[in-house]
């Protein structure tokens, strides 16, 4: 802070932070409200105060079987993104390969088009490959989106560990298999262990790209609060996003406690 | 040559690392013998670093042999050489204990654990880090981790070690020392020992034998005094110590007199070495220390000039003689003696042993 700042203009800043943080995070909050009032449509402020609308979330087939699709889905999903986009970050940071700047780029382009273009072309390949309305189909349309985070991360990882490591492994007498699992994947641990979370949460509140690829006979936990929300305004979509928010929060506690303590 | 060190240890013939249209590394040739401790000197971006890399096999020669052992290893990858190896950064395994890091090389040649445990006491004993193991790099000085790195190089008793500016990173007072124990190190293990720096002080303290590289080529090969006292080019006269080089055209040479007219068009009566012929170009260099600034009434001097400068250092007084029109030498003189030296401006009369003045090759003539 400069201290030859005058008083005023110090606490004009303060206020502009506090309010845009208030801005970026006050609606988030709000569901939480939301999700303990009696009643059995959403309101603000809440009236009277029942946890039943989580014990609904957490028992009642319409949304138990959702939340399990989509925890199986991003679990899949962050585990092929991850494993991909450490071999993609390999090639790009390691190896010794013409145009990759254009690979890059390439990687990165699903998250500069719209996720709507990349959901609508998505499915017109998997059409022709029955793989819509499949799970697999699901977690390969997830991965689209996934994969450039986790090559970002990754890749971004790799750069800053030293190749003399690998190097000095070899010299030592390891296998180039040997060193990329005892020393480089060692090394670039933060960095996966953050782009699998990453992608984790990604997966999970993905609905556009969902909607294009479930069919008929499936349904992830973001397509039934989204279609709950159009049908019935029940407060167990309030329960549920507010159990979202808690996963989500605790998933970056964790990842800044490890972050810091690397 | 002795009869023990008739077959070299390694062999390095023509060898070259050419990318596209630049040759890395251009015609190496260099026979070491078991037992030297051999430095590759020479500035960045004169291939030293690329013939060492070739040797521990990071890279693969774009022609010539690397002959190890009396095996030719050019594609032999480097997992399979049994070279080991210091890094400029050390390169120590950060997620590692000191104990792991060493014991790796032996883990991956399949050594029996209690010979491990054995050989990873035997070698921090010898570095002297012997409480550290089970600390993380990280958590070691850079002293501590360049001898951990040193540790990690012989606990499998390679027959040959490189050291890649393993002193570098450390400070001038550090690395002092630790080119000491370097020293004591070799002399205890009789490795044979590749040493790479850019700093010609470290390889004259160090080596048996300096390679002078630039820009990929050889420029001379030798013991520290030889390549001190008889640089054969303005390279290497350059770049190990400091030089005085007089260039110019000999006008006219009798018995042992010659005239040199200097390349700022003075002309100087002085006694050269070897053989030179009127009309001869020639360069040659001088050790400021070399320089003797004798008395006005003396009248064996090589030269006379102008003293323009005088900048005492302590233990010795440099001077700076113009002599001709331009052209510049340093001197060096011992503070022995607490008398009044001459003052910028004087005229001084110059010598030298006629040992000490060299005909050297000159790039630019």
Known sequence: ?262 | MGKVQDKPILSLTNLKKIYGDYHAVNDVSIDIHGGEFITLLGPSGSGKTTVLNMIAGFEFPSDGHIIFQGQPIDLLLPEKRNIGMVFQNYALFPHMTIFDNIAFPLKMRRVNKAEIIRLVAEVLDLVELGDYADRKPDQLSGGQQQRVALARAIVFDPPLLLLDEPLGALDKKLREQMQIELKKLHTRLKKTMIFVTHDQEEALVLSDRIVVLNHGKIEQIGPPNELYDNPTNEFVAGFIGESNLLKGQVRSSESDLAVLKLDDGSEHKLELPGQVRSGDKVCCCLRPEKIILVDDNHTDFHLTGVLEDTIFVGETKRYTIRIGNKTLLNAREMNIRNKVGPKPGDRVKISWEPESIKLIQSTSI
């Open chain 1, 1 to 262: 802070m400069n201290p030859s700042a005058p008083q005023e203009k110090r606490i004009l800043l303060i206020g502009f932070v506090t309010l845009i943080l208030f801005f970026l995070i006050l609606p988030t909050l709000m569901v939480i409200p939301m999700s303990i009032s009696e009643t059995r449509y959403l309101v603000l402020p809440p009236k009277g105060f029942t946890l039943k609308w989580f014990l609904q979330f957490f028992t009642d087939p319409r949304w138990l079987g959702p939340t399990l699709l989509s925890l199986r889905v991003a679990l899949f999903s962050a585990v092929l993104s991850v494993v991909l986009g450490t071999l993609a970050s390999l090639a790009l940071v390691r190896g010794r390969l013409p145009g990759k700047r254009v690979i890059y780029i390439m990687l990165m382009s699903p998250m500069m088009i719209p996720v709507i273009v990349i959901g609508f072309a998505a499915y017109g390949m998997f059409v022709r490959f029955h793989l819509i309305g499949t799970t697999i189909g699901i977690v390969l349309a997830h991965c689209i989106i996934c994969i450039p985070f986790s090559v970002v991360v990754i890749s971004a990882n790799l750069q800053r560990v030293d190749i003399s490591l690998e190097l000095a492994a070899r010299n030592l007498g390891a296998s180039a298999r040997q060193a990329f699992f005892r020393i480089t994947i060692p090394s670039i641990k933060p960095g996966i262990f953050a782009a699998s979370l990453f992608c984790f949460v990604e997966s999970l509140d993905e609905l556009i790209m969902t909607m294009f690829i479930i069919g008929t006979t499936k349904m992830t936990l973001p397509l039934r609060i989204f279609t709950e929300i159009r049908f019935r305004i029940s407060p167990v979509i309030a329960a549920a996003s507010t159990v979202f928010v808690i996963v989500a929060t605790l998933a970056i506690v964790i990842s800044t406690y490890i972050d810091k303590k690397k």
